[in-house]
């Protein structure tokens, strides 16, 4: 049995830690909260930036949970 370790949740596998969900966009993450894109852009280069991300390579993904 093979699982995505970024979807899959916590109740799924017993014993470990919750796991946040990176699957949405910039543009859906934007659209979402009603933010700018370049509002998330910058955001990005705060210390504590306000959404959960993750990047991949040059792809950016948000949390689901924020």
Known sequence: MSF???TVDRD??????ARR?????ERQKAELTGM??????????RPEPRFAFKKYGR???YS???
Do not use: M
């Open 4 to 6: 995505d370790p970024d």
């Open 12 to 17: 799924q596998r017993p014993g470990t830690a």
């Open 21 to 25: 969900i990176f699957n949405l966009t």
């Open 36 to 45: 700018s894109l370049s509002y998330l852009q910058k955001d990005r280069l």
């Open 59 to 61: 792809s950016v993904r």
């Open 64 to 66: 689901v949970e924020d």
